[in-house]
């Protein structure tokens, strides 16, 4: 068996090294290419997609709708509290309100009251947000912390004041507050634009004022596996049968089946371009059999089963698939892991030809162009996310690819027989 696959093997890498140099030295390097670029392409933007959708993600869960949202009196909340599978559990209020800033400026905002040591009972929620302005100190009844598209909407900062022109709540809220002035602490970002445009945070008094007290609380559960999430709910349903739960699946069911569809649809349509390479390559085998018909001739009456001489060809194809997979999956990843100076470089070309062409009096130029204008996109550098099992599948779904169309290409034209071959010949 060692001697049959040491055979193979040969006359594969001398066919390999003939197409390398004659005619079909071409086909075969837009073969390789096109590996190579399906391999690249794919990781680069499964990277970049994973960036995007990972960081909304981490925004929604740890600052948003928590691992798990939970209604229920103060004593229910501390006993679930000492779960082992909670890493944090901290209280809150949470009231839509009408926020007026200067000059009359209005804008709809999410009010939440929350305990003073916030940032410190849940690391998860420090970790997420930036602070733009101020500290996150909400330790005063009257302060308020916006969110950065909220108080440059409103058109105010640190020291200003804001209004709560009406509020919802239960039936004993007043929908216009006689203490409903705020004064602005601090500022801060989280890089998801839904959260900075409509999310305010008071304390916690002042958030019972505005809500009123009806002795139910809601709680965000922070759990040390957000995928233990299910197990979760089915503990609290039977130790707290009390208590209203909800996770953040089904909170955020329409956003995340969005992402889920949108990665996709991205997946579908890259995986075109190995269907595209894997004809070609089918095609090139195939001529490539033809071709050798001859040598197949040969070796038939030397003795070789038709097997071995499939083999033969389909470690061509597996050649050509782990040459053009290593070659996309080392460029996939150095492509991922420095893609903003990529687009940095793109950049400086564009504005560069631009300056060419405006020092030739054709046109004039700016110089300004962006790829990710801040005019237009919400955010500061393309983030990316490099996960190793689709990695692997990528690569694979590659190399397996070239070997497939090999195996189908040599199916039917080493049915030839080879005395017919050797007459004519």
């Given at each position: 068996m ?11 890498s ?26 690249l ?5 499964l ?66 009251g929350?305990?003073a ?28 912390v ?18 709560l ?34 999310f ?7 958030g ?5 007290d ?25 130790l ?24 996709n649809m ?13 004809v070609?390559?089918y ?5 490539s ?35 053009g997979g ?7 990843l ?5 893609i ?9 070309a ?7 062409v ?13 790829l ?17 099992p689709?990695?692997?599948?990528v ?23 080879p ?7």
């Amino acid at each position: 068996m060692n001697r049959i696959s040491h055979w193979v093997f040969f006359v594969s890498s001398r066919f390999g090294s003939v197409d390398a140099r004659g005619r079909s030295a071409l086909t075969s390097l837009l073969a390789t290419a096109g590996i190579a670029f399906g391999v690249l392409a794919l990781i680069v933007i499964l990277s970049v997609m994973n960036g995007f959708q990972m960081g909304y993600i981490d925004s929604i869960l740890e600052v948003h709708s928590s691992h798990v949202r939970l209604r229920g009196l103060p004593e229910e909340l501390d006993r679930i509290r000492k779960y082992p599978s909670v890493r944090s559990l901290t209280a809150f209020t949470e009231t839509q309100a009408l926020v007026q800033g200067r000059y009359s400026r209005q804008s709809g905002a999410l009010v939440r009251g929350v305990q003073a040591d916030l940032l410190s009972a849940d690391p998860g929620f420090a970790s997420a947000i930036t602070m733009v302005e101020g500290d996150f100190d909400v330790s005063r009844d009257g302060t308020v912390v916006l969110g950065s598209e909220l108080a440059r909407e409103l058109g105010v900062g640190i020291g200003h004041e804001v209004t709560l022109v009406a509020v919802s709540g239960t039936s004993e809220t007043d929908l216009f507050p006689s203490d409903s002035r705020l004064t602005v602490v601090g500022v801060m970002k989280t890089g998801y634009y839904e959260i900075d445009k409509s999310f305010a945070y008071v304390s916690r008094g002042t958030g019972l004022a505005l809500s009123g007290d009806s002795g139910r609380l809601l709680a965000g559960v922070k759990l040390k596996n957000r995928e233990r999430d299910a197990s979760f709910l089915a503990s609290v349903a039977s130790l707290e049968p009390g208590v209203e739960a909800e996770s953040w699946r089904s909170f955020n069911r329409a956003f995340f089946g969005a992402l889920r569809v949108e990665k996709n649809m991205l997946f579908f349509l890259v995986i075109l371009i190995f269907l595209v390479v894997t004809v070609n390559i089918y095609n090139s085998m195939r001529r490539s059999v033809y071709e050798r018909r001859e040598e197949i001739g040969v070796m038939s009456a030397l003795g070789s089963r038709p097997a071995e001489i499939r083999y033969i060809f389909i470690a061509n194809g597996l050649a050509i698939g782990l040459s053009g997979g290593l070659g996309g999956l080392l460029l996939g990843l150095l492509v991922s892991v420095r893609i903003n100076d990529v687009f940095a470089l793109a950049e400086r070309a564009v504005n560069g030809v631009e300056a060419f062409v405006s020092a030739l009096g054709i046109s004039s130029a700016n110089g300004d162009f962006s790829l990710f204008s801040p005019e237009y996109f919400y955010l500061e550098a393309v983030p990316v996310r490099i996960f190793f099992p689709e990695v692997l599948f990528v690569f694979l779904f590659g190399v397996l690819s070239a070997t497939i169309a090999s195996w189908l290409a040599c199916g039917t034209l080493l049915r030839l027989k080879p005395a017919e071959v050797l007459r004519y010949e």
